[in-house]
């Protein structure tokens, strides 16, 4: 059951940009770490960013580092979790979902899946010509 809400996302042609957002009321004033992961057609999730509130600090898989960037805003008595996605290429289609996590280090550096309780409903994002 999703526990975030996301919104965002849709089509677009290679070299454009969409951005997803991920509205989160409840957990990520507990949960310090926030990330975006995504799952192509018939491929395991991956982990794509993450950000430690606590400092603000973000990393980012290899394959996105450079074109999509990870922030947040307070809006409204909520968090709400951003991924801009710029040059956006075929492999980037995926569903993307956002999660959050209450522990921070190598957990929320690389993403590790098990360590994220909330997530949302996801969002597809397709990229083609």
């Known amino acids: 059951q999703a526990q975030l809400a996301q919104s965002g996302g849709g089509s677009v042609q290679p070299g454009g940009s969409l951005r997803l957002s991920c509205t989160d009321s409840e957990f990520a004033y507990r949960d310090h770490c926030l990330a975006w992961f995504r799952q192509g057609s018939g491929k395991t999730r991956e982990w794509v960013a993450s950000l430690d509130t606590r400092n603000g600090s973000s990393w980012y898989t290899d394959s996105v580092q450079g074109r999509f960037t990870i922030s947040k805003e307070d809006a409204n008595n909520a968090l709400v979790l951003d991924l801009q996605m710029n040059a956006l290429t075929p492999e980037d289609t995926a569903m993307y979902y956002c999660?959050?996590?209450?522990?921070?280090?190598?957990?929320?550096?690389?993403?590790?899946?098990?360590?994220?309780?909330?997530w949302g409903q996801g969002t597809q994002v397709t990229v083609s010509s």
């Open positions: 999660a959050t996590s209450r522990f921070t280090g190598p957990y929320c550096v690389r993403g590790h899946q098990p360590a994220f309780r909330h």
